[in-house]
Structures are given as structure tokens and as C-alpha cells.
Nanobody, 115 residues
Framework: QVQLVESGGGLVQPGGSLRLSCTASGFSFSTYGMSWYRQAPGKEREWVGG???????GYADSVKGRFTISRDNAKNTVYLQMNNLKPEDTAVYYCKTSLNGVDYWGKGTLVTVSS
């Protein structure tokens, strides 16, 4: 079955960096787009960015220039490099893919940006 497992979250000071990973299994990873979302406490889940199977990438305005998405098809993994983190980036970060109209989500990894 489809599984997405995020990792790499933690506590970081403002201005710091983290790299999140999402490792996929149960489907042909290289042929599907992958997305990152986040949900801050008390807020709705929001799209952070995504990468298509061909490598096209898009970002939300709030993270553009600070976050970078990449993928390693040999490792079935998508990454989210987060630089210059701000307190407002504090959230649970999720990866998502859509297969045949069905959305699959990981369980998320918590990122806390605080001094």
C-alpha cells in the first residue's frame, strides 16, 4: 500500500535551517508529483510547494526564496530544504501525493522555530 513517511523535523532557532525528507513506498514514485503542506496550530493546512514527476517546482509566496524542494527518485524520497526559518514557519509538515484521484498523506513531522 502507499506509504509516505516524513522525517527531519525538530526545534530550530530563527534564521536556522532544517531539511525534511519524505520517503515513499507502494507506488512508482518517479512517475508522480509530490507536494509539501504544513499546518500551524489553530490554522488550516496550507500548500508549501510541490515538484512534478518531470521536475517542475512551485512554491507558496510565503516560502519562496527560502525553501527548496528536490527529489531523489533512486531513493523514493522528496526533500524540503528550509533556510532562514521564521517563527511563523512553526507547523506540522506533511508530504502528499495523488494517485488516480486519491490523495495520500504522511503523518507529518513537527517543525518548531523558536529562540
Amino acid at each position: 500500500q502507499v506509504q509516505l513517511v516524513e522525517s527531519g523535523g525538530g526545534l530550530v532557532q530563527p534564521g536556522g535551517s532544517l531539511r525534511l525528507s519524505c520517503t515513499a513506498s507502494g507506488f512508482s514514485f518517479s512517475t508522480y508529483g509530490m507536494s509539501w503542506y504544513r499546518q500551524a496550530p489553530g490554522k488550516e493546512r496550507e500548500w508549501v510547494g510541490g515538484i512534478s514527476s518531470s521536475g517542475n517546482i512551485g512554491y507558496a509566496d510565503s516560502v519562496k526564496g527560502r525553501f527548496t524542494i528536490s527529489r531523489d527518485n533512486a531513493k523514493n524520497t522528496v526533500y524540503l530544504q528550509m533556510n532562514n526559518l521564521k517563527p511563523e514557519d512553526t507547523a506540522v509538515y506533511y508530504c502528499k501525493t495523488s494517485l488516480n484521484g486519491v490523495d495520500y498523506w504522511g503523518k507529518g513531522t513537527l517543525v518548531t522555530v523558536s529562540s
